[in-house]
């Protein structure tokens, strides 16, 4: 059974940094895109970020670019988003999403159907 948890969410001022990590169990996630999407309160839930099998390739929303990073330890089964200069519009559940193949394109990373394997998400708020 594929197990998907979220790490390191939390409450920050607006400018601050935070971490979030994501470790999967029961599946090698060597073979797959990983991707990070977010929900706020009565909004839809969004692409965040995404990063290829293999480290190599990276894709972010605008609003995000320069700002957060990507990275995943395929050894450790794990993924993490770094996020800096964090701002209230950054607000809400953060997902990690293992994707069902190693396919990646900039249009089809950011298509949740792609993905399988999702964690329970984890709060992030940044306060206006």
């Known amino acids: 059974q594929v197990s998907v948890v979220e790490y390191g969410g939390g409450s920050v001022q607006p400018g601050d940094s935070l971490r979030l990590s994501c470790a999967v169990s029961?599946?090698?996630?060597?073979?797959?895109?990983m991707a990070w999407f977010r929900q706020d309160s009565g909004k839809d839930r969004e692409f965040v970020a995404a990063?290829?099998?293999?480290?190599?390739?990276?894709v972010y929303i605008n609003s995000v670019k320069g700002r957060f990073t990507i990275t995943r330890d395929n050894a450790r089964n794990t993924m993490a988003l770094q996020m800096n200069s964090l701002k209230p519009e950054d607000t809400g559940v953060y997902y990690c999403?293992?994707?069902?193949?190693?396919?990646?394109?900039?249009?089809?990373?950011?298509?949740?159907?792609?993905?399988?394997?999702w964690g329970r998400g984890t709060q992030v708020t940044v306060p206006s």
């Open positions: 999403a293992m994707g069902r193949t190693d396919a990646f394109s900039e249009s089809r990373v950011q298509d949740a159907g792609d993905y399988g394997y």
């Open positions: 029961g599946r090698t996630i060597s073979t797959s895109t």
């Open positions: 990063i290829m099998w293999n480290g190599r390739s990276t």
